[in-house]
């Protein structure tokens, strides 16, 4: 199993950065795919964005693309999102998942994804 932990969430105006991370302990991280999504109050958990075990691919949400940007750091088992630009509509609890390296299930649906932090606040006000 893979443990998962965000930091770097908070209150920022419109138009702000804020940059999560995502730290990994347990098994190998760089075995994992690894994706963020979000959930706002009321609302289902949404897919944000999401990176290959390499890092070699990315894809993101239409309402992030240009935005926000996915990375990870395999030799600190660290996994980041830098959202730039951020508009109040990006408010959620934001979360990290991972799901092992060649799985077949879906990127964009949290049961594609076997692994979940506790997630971070993110709130942008206007």
């Known amino acids: 199993q893979v443990q998962l932990a965000e930091s770097g969430g908070g209150l920022v105006q419109t138009g702000g950065s804020l940059r999560l991370s995502c730290a990994a302990s347990?098994?190998?991280?760089?075995?994992?795919?690894m994706g963020w999504f979000r959930q706002a109050p009321g609302q289902e958990r949404e897919f944000v964005a999401a990176?290959?075990?390499?890092?070699?691919?990315?894809t993101y949400a239409d309402s992030v693309k240009g935005r926000f940007t996915i990375s990870r750091d395999n030799a600190k088992n660290a996994g980041y999102l830098q959202m730039n630009s951020l508009k109040p509509e990006d408010t959620a609890v934001y979360s990290c998942?991972?799901?092992?390296?060649?799985?077949?299930?879906?990127?964009?649906?949290?049961?594609?994804?076997?692994?979940w932090g506790q997630g971070t606040q993110v709130t942008v006000s206007s």
């Open positions: 347990g098994r190998t991280f760089s075995w994992y795919d």
């Open positions: 998942a991972a799901r092992p390296r060649y799985s077949t299930s879906s990127t964009y649906r949290p049961i594609g994804y076997d692994y």
């Open positions: 990176i290959t075990w390499t890092g070699g691919s990315t």
